[in-house]
Nanobody, 113 residues
Protein backbone atom coordinates (compact mmCIF):
# COMPACT_ATOMS: atom_id res chain seq x y z
CA UNK A 1 0.00 0.00 0.00
CA UNK A 2 1.42 3.34 -1.02
CA UNK A 3 -0.01 6.84 -0.53
CA UNK A 4 1.74 9.89 -1.99
CA UNK A 5 0.56 13.43 -1.24
CA UNK A 6 1.38 16.47 -3.35
CA UNK A 7 0.25 20.04 -3.87
CA UNK A 8 1.43 21.70 -0.69
CA UNK A 9 3.21 25.02 -0.59
CA UNK A 10 3.23 28.58 0.66
CA UNK A 11 0.04 30.59 0.25
CA UNK A 12 -1.18 33.93 1.57
CA UNK A 13 -4.10 34.14 4.00
CA UNK A 14 -7.35 33.95 2.08
CA UNK A 15 -5.76 31.93 -0.68
CA UNK A 16 -6.43 28.44 -2.00
CA UNK A 17 -4.55 25.21 -2.57
CA UNK A 18 -5.51 21.77 -3.83
CA UNK A 19 -3.81 18.74 -2.34
CA UNK A 20 -3.71 15.37 -4.06
CA UNK A 21 -3.08 11.89 -2.71
CA UNK A 22 -2.27 9.13 -5.18
CA UNK A 23 -2.92 5.61 -3.93
CA UNK A 24 -1.59 2.26 -5.09
CA UNK A 25 -1.32 -1.31 -3.88
CA UNK A 26 -4.95 -1.89 -2.94
CA UNK A 27 -8.46 -1.71 -4.40
CA UNK A 28 -8.84 2.01 -3.85
CA UNK A 29 -12.47 2.29 -4.91
CA UNK A 30 -13.66 -0.03 -2.14
CA UNK A 31 -12.56 2.07 0.81
CA UNK A 32 -13.13 5.38 2.51
CA UNK A 33 -10.19 7.76 2.69
CA UNK A 34 -9.22 10.49 5.12
CA UNK A 35 -7.13 13.64 5.40
CA UNK A 36 -5.33 14.54 8.62
CA UNK A 37 -3.00 17.39 9.51
CA UNK A 38 -0.34 18.07 12.10
CA UNK A 39 0.69 21.58 13.06
CA UNK A 40 4.01 22.30 14.78
CA UNK A 41 4.00 21.17 18.41
CA UNK A 42 0.45 19.83 18.09
CA UNK A 43 -1.05 16.38 17.79
CA UNK A 44 -2.19 15.08 14.44
CA UNK A 45 -5.87 15.85 13.88
CA UNK A 46 -8.52 14.54 11.56
CA UNK A 47 -9.64 16.91 8.80
CA UNK A 48 -12.03 15.09 6.47
CA UNK A 49 -13.36 11.71 5.34
CA UNK A 50 -14.85 10.62 2.05
CA UNK A 51 -16.81 7.43 1.40
CA UNK A 52 -15.65 4.81 -1.07
CA UNK A 53 -17.79 6.09 -3.94
CA UNK A 54 -17.42 9.72 -2.95
CA UNK A 55 -21.09 10.32 -2.24
CA UNK A 56 -20.56 11.21 1.41
CA UNK A 57 -18.07 13.52 3.11
CA UNK A 58 -17.49 14.71 6.66
CA UNK A 59 -15.35 17.56 7.91
CA UNK A 60 -13.85 18.83 11.12
CA UNK A 61 -15.62 21.94 12.38
CA UNK A 62 -12.44 23.94 11.92
CA UNK A 63 -12.48 23.46 8.13
CA UNK A 64 -16.18 23.01 7.37
CA UNK A 65 -17.34 25.35 4.62
CA UNK A 66 -13.75 26.07 3.51
CA UNK A 67 -12.35 22.66 2.55
CA UNK A 68 -13.81 20.16 0.10
CA UNK A 69 -12.68 16.54 -0.18
CA UNK A 70 -13.27 14.61 -3.38
CA UNK A 71 -11.98 11.53 -5.17
CA UNK A 72 -11.47 10.12 -8.63
CA UNK A 73 -11.61 6.34 -8.43
CA UNK A 74 -10.48 6.01 -12.04
CA UNK A 75 -7.24 7.73 -11.05
CA UNK A 76 -6.93 6.22 -7.56
CA UNK A 77 -6.63 9.73 -6.18
CA UNK A 78 -8.24 11.80 -3.46
CA UNK A 79 -8.14 15.57 -3.31
CA UNK A 80 -8.50 18.26 -0.70
CA UNK A 81 -9.52 21.65 -2.07
CA UNK A 82 -8.68 24.26 0.54
CA UNK A 83 -10.05 27.80 0.29
CA UNK A 84 -10.10 30.86 2.53
CA UNK A 85 -6.92 29.59 4.12
CA UNK A 86 -5.89 30.91 7.51
CA UNK A 87 -2.51 30.94 9.25
CA UNK A 88 -3.87 28.32 11.66
CA UNK A 89 -4.25 25.93 8.71
CA UNK A 90 -0.45 25.72 8.54
CA UNK A 91 0.47 22.07 8.99
CA UNK A 92 1.74 18.95 7.34
CA UNK A 93 -1.23 17.32 5.62
CA UNK A 94 -1.47 13.53 5.40
CA UNK A 95 -3.85 11.21 3.63
CA UNK A 96 -4.81 8.03 5.37
CA UNK A 97 -6.37 4.71 4.53
CA UNK A 98 -7.93 2.74 7.39
CA UNK A 99 -8.40 -0.42 5.39
CA UNK A 100 -5.73 -1.38 4.59
CA UNK A 101 -3.96 0.76 7.20
CA UNK A 102 -1.57 3.27 5.66
CA UNK A 103 -0.38 6.87 5.87
CA UNK A 104 1.24 9.03 3.24
CA UNK A 105 4.48 10.89 3.88
CA UNK A 106 2.73 14.26 4.14
CA UNK A 107 2.87 17.56 2.30
CA UNK A 108 3.61 20.90 3.95
CA UNK A 109 1.07 23.71 3.76
CA UNK A 110 2.15 27.10 5.04
CA UNK A 111 -0.28 30.01 5.20
CA UNK A 112 1.57 33.26 5.73
CA UNK A 113 1.85 36.76 4.37
Amino acid sequence: VHLVESGGGLVQPGGSLRLSCAASGFTFSRYAMMWYRQAPAKEREWVATISSAGESTNYADSVKGRFTMSRDNAKNTVYLQMSSLKPEDTAVYYCRSLVPPAWGQGTQVTVSS
